[in-house]
């Protein structure tokens, strides 16, 4: 039996683990859904009969409940030599993924203010891991990080400066994990090294981001102080005038109405009021349904104003990326939000659009486009086993 890489991405009641091989080969994927209620179960990989967790299973029994199903397949038989953890808030203090020891744990529970939903149940899978593997080196990787190299001109809010300076409010963007992975693809594809890549990236899945990459880092992305901001999402609202709050309130509306309604109201499931699922909403367009149209065309038009605007921070272009479920699968949302950006001179194939998985070099723009357009599937979990594979073998006691 090989050594392991556990990758751990624990929800506010769901945990997803992820076991790869010492060579990064993912071997096996288990999630727990329903945790702290009295239906939690679990499934591995896509086997559909659900294993049973004990009724209102907390995280740290349902890591230890799949770890045990790992080691009765035979896919674990000792403890792993690197845990990874995704974290999503890691404020101005983690610029890089970090392994974890006291003084880690005590700035990802600073950061917490920022990321009240995501940070504490993240250091819960984190507890979690490490009473169970107490001798394993444990890596956090956050998914703000990538971000830590924009520019102050592209994370400064225009607010009273004591906001940003006693409050820390400011941009932080998100999806890091995933933007920084498709670079390094993208600089693989366009065969460059990823120090000389430029590129736009776009992360479309039940969360939306955009990043513009210059030479290989993070210069500005669509995400702000919370993944709220930016592109319109599954049930985020994405951008909306800052007035709204101020009129929503003289309706009577409390401000966590309000937050609930923007993050899980909002987006393709408000505008459409049928579903945040981008394939459903496709079907229903398809069908006359014009809800669910408009949710399409406000998705891509959106989408188009962000890369747009992302070209004011790139010097030169390599190329410009579609991923995540809906950027990977949808030929016709990529398709729709390039029409929206002839005045730059994008232009697709639609042979290569609408057949791109055959062809292994991500490329799908026509002949006449002005830049390379491509589509690479996204691998946070890669990423993850990846760093806190390296930070073990760099630690002396591992
Ligand atoms: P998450 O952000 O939760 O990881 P994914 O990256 O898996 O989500 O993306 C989920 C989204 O991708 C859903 O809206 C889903 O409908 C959409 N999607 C997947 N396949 C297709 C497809 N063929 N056409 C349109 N949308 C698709």
Not at 181 to 192: C, N, S
Not at 310 to 316: C, H, P, T
Not at 372 to 377: A, D, G
């Amino acid at each position: 039996m090989e050594d392991t890489v556990l990758v751990v991405n624990c929800g506010s009641s769901s945990l997803k683990l992820a076991l790869f091989d010492n060579r990064l080969q993912k071997q096996a994927s288990a999630l727990a859904e329903r945790l702290g209620q009295d239906d939690a179960f679990a499934r591995l990989g896509h086997e559909d009969t659900p294993l049973t967790l004990p009724p209102g299973a907390s995280h740290s029994q349902a890591l230890e409940s799949l770890v045990e199903v790992f080691r009765e397949r035979g896919l674990m038989s000792s403890a792993p030599v690197a845990v990874g953890h995704r974290v999503v808030h890691g404020g101005e203090t983690f610029r890089e993924a970090a392994l974890i020891d006291d003084s880690v744990i005590n700035a990802i529970e600073n950061c917490a203010a920022l990321a009240p939903l995501h940070n504490p149940v993240n250091l819960s899978g984190i507890r979690a891991t490490l009473s169970q593997f107490p001798d394993v080196p444990q890596t956090a990787v956050f998914d703000t990080a990538f971000h830590q190299t924009l520019p102050k001109r592209a994370y400064l809010y225009a607010v009273p400066e004591a906001w940003y300076q006693d409050w820390g409010v400011r941009r932080y963007g998100f999806h890091g994990t995933s933007h920084a992975y498709i670079v390094l693809e993208a600089a693989r594809l366009l065969d460059k090294t990823p120090a000389t890549t430029s590129i736009i990236s776009a992360h479309l899945g039940n969360g939306c981001s955009v990043t513009a990459i210059r030479d290989g880092i993070s210069v500005d992305t669509s995400m702000g102080l919370t993944p709220l901001e930016g592109l319109v999402m599954g049930t985020r609202s994405g951008d909306v005038d800052p007035g709204l709050f101020d009129f929503l309130a003289s309706k009577g509306m409390a401000a966590d109405e309000v937050h609930r309604s923007l993050n899980q109201r909002g987006g393709l499931l408000g505008l459409s009021g049928q579903t945040n699922d981008m394939r459903t909403l496709c079907e229903l367009a398809d069908h006359g349904h014009e809800p669910s149209r408009n949710a399409i065309d406000v998705f891509c038009f959106r989408l188009a104003r962000y890369i747009g605007a992302m070209m004011a921070s790139v010097k030169e272009l390599d190329g410009l990326v579609f991923t995540g479920g809906i950027g990977e699968n949808s030929a016709r949302i990529r398709q729709q939000t390039i029409d929206n950006l002839e005045i730059f001179g994008y232009k697709l194939s639609t042979d290569l659009n609408n057949h791109h998985g055959e062809y292994s070099d991500g490329r799908i723009e026509s002949a006449e486009s002005r830049y390379p357009v491509l589509v690479i599937p996204t691998n946070e979990e890669l990423m993850i086993a990846r760093e806190a594979l390296q930070l073990a073998e760099n630690t002396p006691n591992a």
